[in-house]
């Protein structure tokens, strides 16, 4: 099912984003590519960075160590420097719980919360496979037979002297 829920996604993101300059197509491109199947972990945090590669993302100029075999968190930008993805994973406590989860974090030195968040609209309305709390529009829940076991989130959040991100997180208890 997941790999279903990804091309339906793709596809309805991809329709969208023909029309647009491809600067646009980047955070779907994004969403489809690298965060969502990362979340789903349909992908691993290695072939997320081969995705994230192929989208022409690179490690940043000043991020010259040699990235360790076991990373958990590879942070890549764009080629002309706008985007940049965060991709990460680990063992955290959520709700008293452990639980391993999985990120990735979309962030633009030119797109704002709100141009985030539109593209969060887009690709996340469909009611059947999300749902989104009333008091916070900028969050979006994959409904779930079993949220006991697992839960995929997307949010859109703006810090004061931040650049406003979109995380894609899934978390596994």
Do not use: H
Request: hydrophobic share 40%.
């Amino acid at each position: 099912m997941k790999p279903v829920v990804c091309c339906v996604l793709a596809a309805g993101l991809l329709s969208i984003a023909l029309p647009v300059s491809a600067q646009e197509a980047v955070p779907a491109g994004l969403l489809t590519e690298v965060c969502l199947p990362f979340a789903n972990r349909a992908q691993t945090l290695e072939r997320s960075v081969k995705a994230a590669r192929e989208l022409e993302f690179r490690r940043p100029v000043n991020d010259t160590a040699p990235l360790d075999d076991w990373a958990s968190e590879v942070t890549m930008v764009s080629r002309d420097g706008v985007w940049r993805v965060r991709i990460e994973e680990g063992s955290v406590e959520r709700d008293a719980r452990p639980a391993y989860e999985v990120s990735c974090i979309i962030s633009s030195s030119r797109a704002s919360a709100r141009e985030l968040a539109d593209l969060g609209r887009r690709a996340f309305r469909d009611e059947r496979y999300w749902t989104s709390p009333p008091d916070n529009a900028w969050r979006w829940d994959r409904r779930s037979a079993y949220p006991d076991e697992y839960g995929l989130a997307v949010e859109v959040r703006e810090q004061a002297g931040e650049r406003p991100t979109m995380t894609v997180r899934g978390s596994y208890y």
